[in-house]
């Protein structure tokens, strides 16, 4: 049976044979989404392979917890985890990047919200399976810098990996939080039926794990593909701080250090992504990512590192 036959199946044993299906626009990933439509709505088709994306269990895990505490998270319409096929409440188009480009003004609430809602989440129980990120995890993290972006630096990579692994090492002592991971305005959808920051419709997560506070504040202000105001930056940062009741200098030091391991891997997964699979597109983001790299490489904790990662090439975006 064919891959487009095997869905077929999925969506006539889900009561939803000849709904009009319509191709959303994917992500970094292999996985495929669909609108599908009727009489009574729409929903989201997730088609994720499990030969070319692996299970889907570690997003139905996610979805459950982040659903069992109010926080919006899609509801489960139907599911088939061994074909990798899963039917998702439809949270509509207006997401995060599309409010914001329509009315700028938007930006600062929209992530206000969202920060609250990282500061809601961070006082929850962690879900069950997920091992707490150790410092030389997260160094081991930077290699596609060095396998893709940068491979004429690749016998920099164990001595840069030492110094992000000695520098993490005080923020992977904090206690862990569940980091979402992929946690940017394009990933959100603003409800506006909704309240507070269940006004925030969460879709992408199935790659969580659990860190630092910080992570995924840095995902959302550090975003690859926008640009965020430095105003809005450090506003949602003290924002931040202050309802979570942080030390600010101890923050601020775990976000610079995140942003920059995060970036750092971010180029290699860009180059990786134009490089074998076709999608030359991402090339154009990494300037903005070297951007905010540069950013997190002037705070005092990343001194250190600064001497090991100085021969790494700017990117250049082919013409």
């Not at 889907?56 to 996610?62: D, S």
């Not at 399976?129 to 004429?152: C, H, K, N, S, W």
């Not at 904090?174 to 006004?199: I, T, Y």
């Not at 290699?268 to 699979?277: E, K, N, Q």
Request: aromatic share 8%.
């Amino acid at each position: 049976m064919s891959r487009e036959e095997a869905l077929l199946h999925f969506l006539a044993r889900a009561g939803r044979a000849g709904w009009t299906r319509r191709a959303l626009a994917g992500d970094a990933s292999a996985r495929r989404y669909e609108r599908i439509s009727g009489d009574t709505g729409s929903l989201i088709l997730m088609d994720a392979d499990p030969a070319t994306c692996g299970p889907v269990q570690p997003f139905l895990a996610i979805r459950e917890h982040l659903y069992h505490y109010g926080f919006s998270a899609p509801a489960l319409w139907a599911e088939d985890q061994e074909a990798g096929f899963l039917l998702l409440e439809d949270f509509g188009d207006a997401l995060f990047t599309r409010v914001m480009a329509d009315d700028p003004a938007r930006e600062l609430p929209l992530y206000r919200s969202a920060a609250a809602l990282l500061a809601r989440l961070h006082g929850k129980p962690l879900p069950g399976g997920l091992t707490p990120m150790t410092a030389e995890a997260l160094a081991a993290m930077i290699a596609p810098a060095f396998d893709f972006y940068a491979p004429g630096q690749s016998g920099q990579l164990p001595a840069v990996q030492a110094a992000f692994a000695e520098a993490l090492r005080p923020v992977a002592a904090q206690p862990a939080v569940l980091a979402l991971r992929d946690f940017h305005a394009e990933n959100m959808v603003f409800l506006s039926d909704r309240k507070g920051d269940r006004q925030v419709g969460l879709l992408d997560f199935q790659d969580a794990f659990a860190t630092h506070p910080a992570y995924d504040l840095v995902s959302m202000l550090q975003d690859a593909r926008r640009d965020v105001s430095p105003g809005t930056e450090e506003e949602i940062i003290a924002f931040f701080i202050a309802r979570t009741g942080a030390d600010s200098a101890k923050f601020r030091a775990a976000y610079a250090l995140l942003g920059a391991q995060r970036n750092l891997r971010i180029l290699g997964i860009f180059s990786r992504l134009a490089a074998t699979r076709h999608k030359p597109q991402y090339l154009a983001l990494q300037p903005r990512v070297w951007r905010h790299l540069q950013a997190d490489m002037a705070h005092p904790a990343l001194a250190p590192i600064r001497e090991a990662l100085a021969p790494l090439p700017s990117p250049v975006v082919p013409a």
